[in-house]
């Protein structure tokens, strides 16, 4: 089955501590995306890779970091800088060039920092 | 001017009601309108998506109705059930570059039965 994966589902985190969040594709797509979602917002932009070794900040970025060494795979590093860590990571992809720009999700990772 | 601007914030109506929900534009470059729906703890699946050279576009009960003079676009869902109870999100883009998503803030929708 194609898709996207995100694991872990449940994450806890220590104040102080880097945690990693990781997002795999099978679906062959360029880019992709982290998204973060707080209770009664919309998704805000972290981080976007369109192609391998490449990657850009969004509009959150900081207290962030990613890589992008494979095509497949995209893991969000939510380091110690990041003061309001809590919340839902959603991990997208897409297909450069298409004609829609339609990004598929995964099921998202739930970060809560004790 | 990256704005996407959602209304209502929630939304309740009786099975078979007509929800409907809007969202304004300002970045008159967009050309790309999507909704996403979001049930609880999943990640959001595209529901529908629109260009500005098309007034309406319908999927199933699903219906996108677009005004490009006002820069507002609308969902509509006919014949609504429970079990299109879900966050939906508008989002805007510019198709081709970076295909980054501009999101609004989501409408919480409740059918009841």
């Keep these: 089955d194609g898709g996207i994966t995100q694991s872990?589902?449940?994450?806890?985190?220590?104040?102080?501590?880097?945690?990693?969040?990781?997002?795999e594709q099978n679906l062959n797509h360029d880019a992709m995306y982290w998204y973060r979602q707080d209770p009664?917002?919309?998704?805000?932009?972290i981080y976007y890779s369109q192609i391998v070794n490449d990657f850009q900040k969004g509009d959150i970025a900081e207290g962030y970091s990613v890589s992008r060494e494979k095509k497949e795979s995209f893991p969000l590093t939510v380091t110690s800088a990041q003061k309001n860590p809590t919340a839902f990571y959603l991990c997208a992809s897409r297909l450069a060039g298409s004609t829609w720009n339609e990004q598929f999700f995964g099921p998202g990772t739930r970060l809560t920092v004790l | 001017q990256q704005q996407v601007k959602q209304s209502p914030q929630s939304l309740i109506v009786q099975k078979g009601g007509i929800p409907i929900i809007n969202c304004a534009y300002?970045?008159?470059?967009f050309d790309y309108f999507p909704w996403y729906q979001q049930f609880p703890g999943k990640g959001p699946a595209l529901l529908i998506a629109i260009?500005?050279?098309v007034s309406e576009k319908k999927e199933g009960r699903f219906t996108i109705s677009?005004?490009?003079?006002?820069?507002?676009?609308?969902?509509?869902?006919?014949?609504?059930?429970?079990?299109?109870?879900?966050?939906y999100f508008c989002a805007a883009s510019l198709s081709g570059g970076t295909g980054k998503l501009i999101f609004g803030q989501g409408t919480t929708l409740q059918v009841k039965p």
């Design chain 2, 66 to 87: 677009f005004n490009k003079s006002a820069k507002q676009f609308s969902l509509h869902i006919m014949d609504s059930q429970p079990g299109d109870s879900a966050t």
């Design chain 2, 51 to 53: 260009r500005p050279d």
């Design chain 1, 8 to 23: 872990p589902k449940y994450l806890f985190r220590k104040e102080g501590q880097n945690v990693t969040l990781s997002c």
């Design chain 2, 26 to 29: 300002e970045n008159t470059a």
């Design chain 1, 40 to 45: 009664g917002q919309g998704l805000r932009l």
